[in-house]
């Protein structure tokens, strides 16, 4: 019972600095920590964070989990990019939540291409996604251009 309460209030302590931006969650996500995801631009900073070594002003990481808390309409946003790469691959845990994310439109210069580019260990589940993706590969010194979706 001690166990319990200690871990409970261990718990209490981490919610309560995390939303409060005194502490940040490791590099090793935690099953029992989502960041939540509301709007079109608190998933584009996601977007941003591939091939980036920072975390983002949540402290948020690739290895961080999230969870859509509505549906998120990309349209307006320019710069799209996948999220995860060969190099930073997202491994955390994206709860879509029964959400859409639509108005995905990304052109990217590699062959896998996709909302999640590259993905080691994650789960993705509860998403529904429309728009565009296409990426581009040169093979012997020809540009082709392969659309995943659409």
């Known amino acids: 019972m001690k166990r ?6 261990s718990f209490c302590i981490t919610v309560f600095l995390l939303s409060a931006g005194v ?5 090793e ?10 709007t079109p631009e608190e998933l584009f900073a996601l977007m941003q964070l591939s091939g980036s070594e920072d975390s983002g002003e949540r402290g948020e990481t690739l290895a961080s989990n999230y969870r859509l808390t509505a549906n ?5 946003m320019d710069g799209q990019m ?3 790469n060969a190099l930073a691959p997202y491994t955390g845990i994206f709860d879509g939540a029964g959400h859409t994310i639509s108005g995905l439109n ?9 909302l999640f580019a590259r993905v080691n260990g994650a789960t993705i589940r509860n998403l529904t996604v429309r728009g565009s993706i296409a990426g581009t590969a040169t093979e012997n010194g020809d540009s082709a251009i392969k659309t995943y979706c659409a």
């Open 4 to 9: 319990i309460l200690s871990c409970l209030l």
């Open 23 to 27: 502490a940040t969650v490791s590099s």
């Open 29 to 38: 996500a935690s099953a029992d920590v989502f960041y939540e995801i509301s």
């Open 72 to 76: 998120i309409d990309l349209t307006e």
């Open 82 to 84: 996948p999220i995860g």
């Open 106 to 114: 990304i052109r990217y210069g590699e062959p896998q291409v996709g």
